[in-house]
């Protein structure tokens, strides 16, 4: 796999790397949809469950170039190369597109979903009663935690430790979108803006000779926690992509009606038109988190008026399915260079 790959291959998987990283951090968006769509899914997960018993064997005995080839090194060291930049770029400016253009983002997000399943369902040939109840089932589970309501922040670190388990499900599992998990379990913000602005900070203020952090308790606290939540994060990444592998393996198609059924009960979680609720304190005052940003509780949806607005919106929808459809080109002419 790794060395059948040229330099257009590994920019690309760079800039899937990017992809995946931004859909993350996006609440309702899972970048296990981009890696489905852009058509190396399977190979990811194949690639994470390669990180097992055998591989840390050779990892303590350093045979580091055996270890990299048995993991599929190449592919997976690119891939999240691009999902750390995107982690510090891509999504830094989606954050700052979602205030300025919220309504635009999300019918882009929209549409990027809805071709996501006509991709999956176009060529589906195993419908049968245990694959119908298996996306029947898919879609009540992606509808129900769409209307859960969110949970109070913990900061607990074993509690953070399950939150990164949980939260990195979206990378394993298309139409499971993570960042809505954690804020339903109350910990978006201080996992995913909190600590990640505290390692920022921290590691600008190491570039510039500046230390004083270590005797800033509330910083030394988000970086535990940052690091407890890594840790659970390649705890689940790894276990999940075991369990997936197996089950892909066994059940595969049963496996992809069930993912279909969570991508269309994710729709309501991205639907365009919709109202941010945000938290507040006990007095009615909108709740702040670190940065002074309010602190997102929910969403509460409706259908649009027919205005110039509500037409742009839908013409990002169509660009979101073509985006989707571009990538699916790209990834089936990809396989047919690879297969030739």
């Excluded at 922040?153 to 939150?163: I, Q």
């Excluded at 999940?240 to 009606?257: E, V």
């Excluded at 649009?304 to 742009?312: D, F, G, H």
């Amino acid at each position: 796999m790794q060395s059948t790959r040229t330099l257009t291959d590994r920019v690309f998987l760079v800039i899937k790397g990017l992809a995946m990283g931004a859909a993350n951090k996006v609440p309702g968006v899972s970048g296990g949809v981009v890696a489905f769509v852009a058509g190396f899914y399977e190979e990811f997960i194949y690639s994470l469950q390669r990180v097992n018993k055998k591989a840390f064997k050779l990892l303590i005995n350093f045979r580091f170039k055996s270890f990299y080839q048995y993991i599929n090194g190449k592919f997976l060291s690119l891939l999240f190369l691009g999902m750390i930049v995107s982690y510090f770029s891509v999504s830094k400016l989606l954050d700052y597109l979602i205030v300025h253009y919220e309504l635009y983002v999300w019918s882009t997000f929209f549409g990027m979903i809805l071709g996501s399943i006509y991709y999956l369902s176009k060529d589906f040939k195993k419908w049968n009663k245990t694959t119908i109840t298996a996306l029947i089932l898919g879609v009540i589970a992606g509808v129900s935690i769409s209307f859960l309501d969110p949970a109070r922040e913990n900061d607990n670190l074993w509690f953070v430790f399950f939150c990164g388990i949980i939260s990195v499900s979206g990378m394993t599992l298309p139409g499971f979108s993570g960042s809505f998990i954690l804020i339903l379990l109350g910990n978006y913000v201080l996992l995913l803006v909190d600590s990640v602005n505290a390692l920022y900070d921290t590691i600008i203020e190491m570039v510039q000779g500046n230390f004083e952090f270590i005797n800033n308790p509330l910083r030394i606290k988000m970086l535990q926690v940052l690091s407890i939540f890594t840790l659970g994060s390649v705890t689940g990444l790894v276990t999940f992509s075991h369990i997936l592998n197996y089950i892909l393996k066994h059940y595969k198609f049963i496996t992809l009606a069930t993912i279909m059924g969570f991508i269309i009960g994710s729709l309501g979680v991205v639907w365009p038109w919709k109202a941010t609720i945000y938290k507040t304190a006990a007095d009615g005052s909108v709740r702040l988190d670190s940065a002074g940003r309010q602190i997102i509780s929910n969403y509460r949806r409706y259908f649009p008026e027919l205005n110039s607005e509500t037409y742009i919106a839908i013409a990002y929808i169509a660009l979101g399915i073509l985006i989707v459809l571009g990538l699916e080109w790209y990834g089936k002419h990809t396989r047919q260079h690879h297969s030739a």
